[in-house]
């Protein structure tokens, strides 16, 4: 029986095993990675141009892990969706570039564990994010808009 109102998205040896798999949520593309122990799910296009995120590499940033998005660079972390920069502080004597948050920018996924089954709570769009703007937008141009996948992304 799957837990009320969530959304399944596979099976949970299966995603530690390939690390990350994209779904689709009422037409919204998400991706759900597991990475060091801890699954977490997102809009799977960035919020700055609508970068494909699953094909990007995860980076410990200060401690945070964080996708990097293989279009511009930018970088989200998985835990909170929060966009960080490098930047510093003029008014140090010594400025080094830190990092900062940007603030939350990609829509974060709850993911449940249940019977080894992952599943994702529906999105609650009572809240807007950055990257809602690229979900619709691949969402309403399907596949056509985004271009088949070629054979090599259909395998992996």
């Not at 809009?43 to 401690?63: A, F, K, Q, T, W």
Request: one cysteine or more; aromatic letters at 8%; glycine letters at 10%.
């Amino acid at each position: 029986m799957e837990p009320h109102g969530l959304i399944f998205i596979g099976k949970e040896e299966d995603i530690k095993k390939s690390q990350r798999i994209t779904a689709k949520i009422d037409g919204r593309e998400i991706v759900v990675f597991y990475h060091e122990g801890k699954f977490h799910a997102l809009d799977s296009r960035c919020y700055h141009e609508g970068g494909p995120l699953c094909h990007g590499e995860i980076e410990d940033i200060d401690g945070q892990a964080c996708i990097v998005c293989p279009w511009h660079k930018f970088k989200i972390t998985l835990e909170t969706g929060e966009g960080l920069y490098e930047g510093i502080n003029p008014q140090e004597p010594s400025p080094t570039p830190k990092w900062q948050s940007k603030g939350v920018k990609q829509r974060i996924h709850k993911v449940t564990i249940h019977n080894g089954n992952v599943y994702v709570n529906p999105p609650d769009l009572s809240v807007s994010f950055d990257s809602d703007y690229f979900a619709e937008k691949y969402k309403i141009g399907g596949e056509s808009a985004i271009g088949k996948p070629s054979r090599l992304e259909a395998m992996e």
